[in-house]
């Protein structure tokens, strides 16, 4: 990316900045050693009143470091505005732990690329930032601090998923090709039919292994498998490194916005600006990102787009689809060819001591 680029980037987050609504809650219990060593969490919200108060119950009942957090309700238009205040209300006041909590309101959509730039330039203070989507729920004890021993251990580590990695390849397709719309509609059929599957699978064992990690272009919690609880108990001594990894949750150790840039909102707001960020990272700074496996669970009636929706609103939502599709220019994809035409990070597994940190997995 242009420095050019990054200048117009950071003037579209404090330009979305100064029209949005902002609501800061300082938590005046926090002691200075409490504030020692922070971790900061971004939050879009559109539309999770069904499930956004476990959301963030189980994001303050497994982490154990002190954190700040940063709530963005983008555009909503249910109940999750009231839900979060009243949350927050609730917590700041309960707990030394929680430094302080920003409410960020948009009557206009933002999407969630753009949502996480907001979320991380204002948590410039924290030396981790972790993405958590409103869909997810955490179920695994001390996840922070195993997050941040990854980062003190492996220096050329910037990021780490939770969900999974891949292949570079795999996020680019810059046609809309016959392909391409059969897969959107395929989701769309799962999606409006089998909404209620999922609900009743029971919690589905694991599987990590080298073999598949090595031959496989994808590796981790795809698909289908991220909307069970996981039983991963006892396998969290490996860290995973391949190519790029995706969200879910998703943490990145805050330095590398001041080197890159931050995700490009303006070529991908709605996918792939995670990919294209771990790209250059590792094309200009030869940084590196791995996959540790957390217990989570990410119910399909959770997620705004995998949750049943009329055939009307189904429609529409492929429509924003193929616009982002078309919106990724061609010299966009050309350039991402460019970037991939470099020395490819090989496939690595380093082993880390995760002992010292209470096992238990809180699956309700």
Not at 155 to 172: K, N
Not at 228 to 242: E, F, P, Q, Y
């Amino acid at each position: 990316m242009r420095a050019t680029d990054r200048i117009k980037i950071e003037d579209q987050i404090l330009r979305h900045l100064a029209k949005i609504d902002r609501f800061d809650f300082e938590n005046t219990r926090a002691s200075s050693a409490t504030k020692s060593y922070v971790i900061g969490y971004v939050l879009p919200v559109h539309d999770n009143e069904i499930c956004i108060e476990q959301v963030l119950d189980s994001l303050y009942q497994n982490t154990s470091l002190p954190f700040r957090l940063v709530v963005i309700l983008d555009a909503c238009n249910d109940g999750s505005p009231e839900i979060v205040l009243n949350w927050v209300k609730k917590a700041i006041t309960s707990t030394d732990r929680i430094i302080n909590i920003t409410l960020l309101k948009s009557t206009t959509m933002l999407h969630e690329t753009l949502s996480d730039n907001i979320g991380f330039f204002l948590l410039k203070q924290c030396e981790i930032v972790v993405d958590i989507q409103a869909d997810i729920l955490v179920y695994e004890r001390d996840f922070d601090r195993k997050i941040k021993k990854i980062f003190e251990n492996f220096p050329d580590i910037v990021a780490v998923s939770g969900r999974g990695c891949h292949l570079w390849e795999l996020p680019y397709n810059p046609r809309i090709t016959p392909q391409v719309l059969k897969e959107i509609l395929k989701d769309i059929v799962k999606r409006h039919f089998n909404a209620s599957i999922s609900e009743s699978k029971p919690s589905i064992t694991f599987e990590l292994s080298p073999i598949r990690f090595f031959a496989d272009r994808t590796f981790g919690r795809l698909d289908e498998n991220v909307e069970n609880k996981a039983d991963i108990s006892g396998k969290i001594r490996t860290v995973w490194l391949s190519e790029t990894v995706m969200r879910g949750p998703l943490a990145i150790r805050n330095s590398i916005f001041e080197e890159i840039g931050y995700l490009n909102s303006r070529a991908h707001p709605l996918a792939g600006d995670d990919h294209e960020f771990f790209l250059r990272a590792w094309k200009e700074k030869g940084f590196r990102t791995c996959y540790v496996p957390i217990a989570y669970e990410s119910p399909l009636r959770f997620g705004n787009d995998r949750r049943k929706k009329p055939w009307r609103d189904e429609f529409f939502a492929v429509y924003l689809r193929l616009r982002m599709w078309i919106h990724s220019s061609e010299s966009e994809f050309r350039a991402t060819g460019e970037l991939l035409d470099v020395n490819r990070p090989q496939k690595e597994l380093r082993e880390i001591d995760f002992s010292e940190f209470d096992s238990e997995i809180k699956i309700k």
